[in-house]
């Protein structure tokens, strides 16, 4: 699973590189800049196996540098705008794909409680497993109860304010017999 997670992220990468992925650039025949595709960037992959709580949630940061090589052949500022406002439409392509992954590896899938973007669970894992590990999101609503306004904005903002330090000397082993 882990290693489809890691395919999968990079599958998304590639998708992202080939259909959003934009810089400005200088014409010379307008005298002024104008967007182009751009089809590449530069990308540190790091995976992680547990939460802010030490419960087991695989998943992958992709930390994305602000410079691709544009058909200039010059290094430029990623266009963000196309990029930023189709962050819904790359988790769903992450989804799917990371979908298909899993089912190949033989495990049946289904949509998850709150499909956000293609979320799906494997099916024979019970509801109580997934929420004796899902502490962060209790954290999480408890906070937005306590302020009154649930809104995307609060929950980002209850995410930020509630979340753990991480503990780096707490070791593998002893997460997992937690587990």
Do not use: C
Request: net charge negative; glycine share 4%; proline share 3%.
């Amino acid at each position: 699973i882990e290693q489809a997670m890691r395919e999968s992220a990079a599958a998304t990468i590639t998708w992202v590189e080939a259909n959003l992925i934009e810089t400005r650039i200088w014409d010379k025949n307008t005298a002024r800049q104008v967007t182009v595709k751009s089809d590449n960037i530069a990308v540190a992959s790091f995976i992680h196996d547990v939460n802010r709580n030490n419960e087991p949630q695989l998943h992958i940061h992709n930390v994305i540098a602000n410079a691709t090589l544009a058909p200039d052949g010059k290094w430029h500022a990623i266009r963000n705008e196309n990029f930023y406002n189709n962050q819904h439409l790359i988790g769903s392509v992450h989804s799917a794909d990371l979908r298909s992954r899993i089912e190949a590896l033989g495990y049946e899938t289904e949509a998850s409680k709150s499909a956000i973007d293609g979320n799906f669970e494997i099916v024979g894992v019970n509801r109580n497993t997934i929420e004796a590990f899902s502490s962060r999101l209790d954290e999480i609503n408890e906070h937005v109860a306590a302020v009154g306004f649930d809104s995307p904005k609060t929950r980002a903002i209850a995410a930020l304010e509630t979340r753990n330090p991480k503990d780096p000397n707490l070791g593998r082993d002893e997460v997992v017999a937690k587990w």
